[in-house]
């Protein structure tokens, strides 16, 4: 199912001309430098198409013959590749000895490799025997005179070819595609394609997925039989499973397009590369990467816009009512060695998907200082989730899970709340968050399916975590009040005892309290403070030993809330 849905977001795309998308046996690749010859094959100069500064240089995007698939062999592609299959020259400084003479006595089949090509598949044309008589003739020290010379050579980047006078590549020439498409006849139908149920020659090896974040930089699998163990009845690589040349082309062509830098239909969730799409072209398909995505520095409102839009579509239709009923896709890839997993495949409808992740955002609703985000990406959910919150750190099972329970409409994975406490119990300097809040309250509503906790302070809350979490807010507002410019309160030092074991802990602070709320100037703010500690206390007997983990998150729920109320309160009375 998979396969085919790529395959129809590839035959969509295919359609529109204005798409982009390469026609089959064709892809789109970046060539960093051009080589210009004359009608005779002389070397005129070599164009740098690259933009951007230092390592961030990116080559123009060509329409090139599609490339073969590399393997531990000499391979070469059609008119472009690397510059030591075109010119058979490869810088192997600081490479160890054996691997230098390897990769340096493998440079002439390479260059005998990318010529044989050219000799045997096009026609003989005063521009093919031009490039070929350049291809022969050209030396090393004629091309150390060019200043882009020391680039090619240190990084080995894609070169092709033009002649003088031209805009496009020698490939994208109608001499070329005129005789690439003759090629087309001599295929044979002899099998029926997994994909299509059609006629079709069957591709024995499926071309290189690239993009997918922490695989091989040459591309990986998703459809691949390199071990007898993986073969049945004799069959060989990819005839096990028999996916025509056509729609293995169209598979990959659409994967690698929706993988790409410069696609927008594409996230990082944890450790998968998350690409999505719709069955036709919709608005939803557009606005869901801004939904889950960081905003960029530059438009940080861009995000904020479309969540709007889409809690907004329950009253105004948007989504629901203009493509509600069209299929939308969701697949989440993961590095495995030399393949590809499938770390998670949703497909489903427009309507759906939209419902569930208007509730995910309603569900982290809370109350929070201004300058906090409106709505918090998945990207920033997660990495407070992460050791030093940072992204390499994300553990990547509760990556998936939490972005299926999004999509699902599901109660969020228990992970995601142990993983969430672990970081408020680590983190000392600024342990609940509004983020982490967010988090454990849209947790614990979506597993109890009802609104245990709201979201702002709950003064009925009956829970005693929740309760006592509002207690330690207190006891540390009183710490703060009577020791003004307090490095460190009781945040630090007992947070975690508080929230696991509260009775080792609150006796100790509460006969504390006495004696900071005794240091106060303003003895009628010492008088509240009291009367907020009675009505919280009225409401249990006593401390428990252990709070589970439930009560520990309602308990940072308590804690953050209270803090929070505390905040608004000062800030009234200024007004």
Request: net charge neutral; hydrophobic share 35%; proline share 4%.
């Amino acid at each position: 199912m998979i396969l085919q849905a790529l395959k129809g977001y590839y035959d969509r795309k295919a359609a529109d001309p204005a798409s982009g998308i390469a026609p089959d046996g064709w892809e789109v690749k970046e060539i960093s430098f051009v080589v210009v010859l004359n009608e005779k094959g002389s070397l005129l100069q070599i164009e740098d198409t690259r933009e951007g500064e230092g390592i961030k240089k990116r080559g123009r995007a060509f329409l090139v013959p599609q490339g073969v698939k590399k393997t531990s062999g000499v391979a070469a592609n059609l008119l472009w590749d690397v510059a030591g299959y075109v010119f058979g020259i490869l810088d192997v400084e600081g490479l160890k000895e054996e691997d230098k003479k390897r990769k340096l006595s493998r440079l002439p089949d390479q260059k005998k490799a990318f010529i044989e090509r050219i000799q045997n598949e096009l026609p003989n044309t005063p521009r093919k025997k031009a490039l070929l008589a350049f291809l022969s003739a050209v030396e090393r020290a004629e091309l150390e005179k060019i200043p882009q010379w020391e680039d090619i050579y240190r990084t080995n980047p894609n070169i092709s070819f033009r002649f003088d006078g031209e805009y496009e590549l020698y490939c994208e020439t109608e001499e070329i595609k005129n005789a690439l498409a003759g090629k087309d006849s001599s295929k044979k139908y002899d099998s029926i394609c997994l994909i299509t149920g059609e006629k079709d020659q069957i591709s024995t090896l499926h071309t290189s997925i690239k993009g997918v974040w922490g695989a091989q930089s040459s591309g990986a699998n998703i459809v691949s039989f390199n071990k007898d163990a993986f073969r049945s009845f004799g069959k060989e690589q990819g005839k096990n499973a028999p996916v025509g040349e056509a729609a293995m082309f169209a598979y990959t062509t659409a994967l690698n397009t929706l993988l790409s830098r410069d696609s927008r239909q594409r996230i990082q969730i944890g450790d998968a590369s998350t690409v999505f799409w719709s069955a036709n072209k919709t608005q939803f398909e557009e606005d869901f990467a801004y939904i889950f995505s960081e905003p960029a520095k530059d438009d940080p409102d861009a995000g904020t816009e479309r969540v709007k839009n889409l809690i907004d579509s329950l009253w105004t239709g948007t989504y629901i009512e203009d493509a509600g009923k069209e299929k939308f896709y969701i697949l989440g890839l993961a590095p495995n060695a030399a393949r590809i997993s499938i770390r998670f495949w949703r497909q489903g409808t427009v309507g759906e998907f939209a419902d569930h992740i208007r509730q995910h955002f309603e569900d982290l609703k809370i109350v929070k200082p201004k300058n906090e985000p409106e709505y918090y990406s998945l990207w920033r959910l997660l990495v407070n989730t992460a050791v030093q919150d940072k992204s390499e750190n994300i553990p990547p099972n509760i990556a998936g899970d939490f972005m299926c329970s999004i999509i699902d409409g599901t109660p969020y994975p228990a992970t995601l709340l142990q993983a969430v406490l672990r970081r408020i119990r680590s983190d000392t300097e600024n342990r609940v968050k509004p983020v982490r809040a967010a988090l454990i309250k849209a947790y614990l509503n979506r597993y109890y399916k009802k609104e245990e906790i709201k979201v702002a302070l709950d003064t009925e809350q009956s829970s005693i975590g929740y309760q006592l979490g509002r207690l330690f807010a207190v006891l540390e507002k009183i710490q703060e009040e009577a020791n003004p410019g307090l490095n460190a309160t009781i945040r630090e030092r007992y947070y975690g005892a508080a929230c696991g074991a509260p009775v080792t802990v609150f006796p100790t602070l509460l006969r504390l309290k006495n004696h900071h709320i005794a240091k106060l100037e303003n003895k009628g703010r010492g008088v509240n403070l009291e009367k907020i500690i009675s009505e919280i206390m009225g409401h249990y007997n006593d401390f428990p030993s252990h709070l589970n983990l439930h009560e520990q998150g309602k308990f940072a729920i308590g804690y953050y809330h209270q803090r929070q109320d505390f905040f608004t309160a000062k800030n009234e009375e200024r007004n």
